[in-house]
């Protein structure tokens, strides 16, 4: 198995390793944090150490990497990390959990993670870095963005087209057809049943 890193050492850190080390198509060598840790990571992973070392990491030959930074309030931390590790030369393989789901002609850009019991249905696409967290469903014939976060639960229904960088909270509902745009929120629990504007935070009526 060839070696990759985790690029981030909280707790979304431990629901992606349980992924790769259920596919057993890596192995995984440590993980990397922003600042100095002395404990370990998931699992006893071991810290192989901060932001500052990736060239290095990479230069001892381990030229896979996992960003393992949640979404929550730290989209952007994903996007300045998804482009340090291309400049540095990194490969970032799309992690899919084995009991997720992917239907005949679904696919996933790079980056992305696919979560326990996640569903993407026929001819649906999500982007590069994205997350498609623990039972969200993804359904047909869906367009999501780079570096959107469908989270625990959430439902895109048929045809939805996201932007980049959307989060569709916990147990949400967008409901067929709907655009949403760049960088919105659809907050947790909200059925959504409107387009929705860039930026904008949705909570419903």
Known sequence: MEPIILVGGGGHAGSVADSIMKTKQYDIAGFVDYESRRENGPFGLPFLGTDDDLEAIFASGIRNAVVTVGYLGKGDVRE??????????????????PSSILAEGACAGEGTYIGKRAVLNTNAEVGRMCIVNTGAIVEHDNRAGDFTHVAVGAVLCGAVRTGKGVLVGANAVVLQGLFIGDYAVIGAGVTARRDVLPGEAYYGV
């Open 80 to 97: 300045r990390l998804y482009a340090r590790l291309k400049r540095v030369g990194y490969s970032l393989p799309v992690i899919r959990d």
